[in-house]
């Protein structure tokens, strides 16, 4: 029942209809809400783990989205690497949840987007999406302003540079790396002093990239990251797909019940692991009072 309902979206009057069609008896809704409810509780544990896991990782994707909660706003959040992904629902999308999952600070990386989040809660080492940046820098292109225009062309023509740089950092000595890179830089320094002229867009945009310069860069020197948000934008679409199906949850069980079978289903997928195995081996243990299954990768 649990794995139907979280990993095939199957609804409570099509559990229902299951039970009494191929299983031959009559479950209330009442009861099969129940029987989730016992799953839910059986995920405790593994989720608490990952919980404290994932505050211990040296970098984290992280993103949000919309979610209902009874016709409420709430919100989606994910942190994930590779191998993890933690999902959680909350009321805010404000920098408290942050703090909430991670702590008052967090010393790995958070590779995200530019929202005031992620720009208040500033881990050391952050990095921003470029995907983001990008699309951003080519909207000014589509402006009518020509200065703004000419000024989006020219930044464009330098991230290509760089990502072109980047994509050969091992086919290429490291000084001369380092020293092509900085030539590029230089470049976007010098053409973000001569924006007299710009737009209004034009002028944030290159605010933007002088305050967070660092930020915008770091994957030009650290290799362990990605220049982009793109892995927790693809773990969370999967949720904003569900979010259509059932139109989101009705209680703070729904919410909790969501949070924790994504979280086991998306991270037993991404560690190639039954999700269906880890579901039977949370309910034992819950039942015979044994060691939880874990969500924490197995180190090789």
């Not at 039970?19 to 209330?28: S, Y």
């Not at 608490?48 to 209902?68: A, F, R």
């Not at 500033?122 to 000419?150: G, M, N, V, Y």
Request: glycine letters at 4%; one cysteine or more; aromatic letters at 12%.
């Amino acid at each position: 029942m649990g794995y139907m309902k979280g990993s095939l979206h199957v609804s409570y009057t099509n559990l229902g209809y299951f039970a009494k069609e191929i299983l031959g008896f009559n479950l209330g809704r009442s009861t099969i809400c129940n029987i989730v409810s016992c799953v839910n509780k059986a995920l405790v544990k593994p989720y608490e783990e990952l919980k404290e896991h994932i505050s211990e990782q040296p970098h984290l994707h992280i993103d949000e989205t919309g979610w209902k909660d009874n016709g409420l706003s709430h919100w989606v959040w994910v942190f994930c690497t590779k191998l993890v992904s933690f999902f959680y629902i909350s009321k805010s999308r404000a920098s408290k949840v942050l703090e909430e999952i991670l702590g008052q600070t967090y010393k790995g990386t958070i590779i995200s987007d530019f929202f005031s989040a992620y720009i208040k809660y500033s881990s050391e080492f952050q990095q921003f999406c470029l995907a983001h940046l990008i699309r951003d820098i080519k909207f000014l292109t589509t402006l009518p302003d020509k200065a703004t225009q000419l000024f989006g062309e020219k930044l464009l023509l330098h991230f290509k540079h760089i990502f072109q740089l980047w994509h050969r950092k091992h086919e290429i000595p490291k000084e001369e790396y380092q020293k092509q890179i900085k030539n590029i830089q230089d470049d976007i320094q010098l053409l973000l002093k001569q924006n007299d002229n710009l737009a209004k867009k034009g002028l944030t945009m290159s605010k933007r990239l002088n305050k967070h310069w660092d930020s915008i860069f770091r994957f030009l020197f650290d290799f362990s990251l990605s220049p982009t948000n793109n892995l927790a934008e693809q773990t969370i679409r999967t949720l904003v797909i569900l979010s259509k199906i059932t139109q989101g949850s009705r209680s703070q069980m729904g919410r909790q019940w969501n949070a924790r079978i994504w979280t086991a289903i998306s991270t037993c997928r991404k560690q190639n692991r039954s999700i269906w195995t880890f579901l039977q081996e949370a309910v034992n243990s819950l039942y015979f009072n044994s060691s939880p299954p874990s969500l924490i990768p197995i180190s090789r």
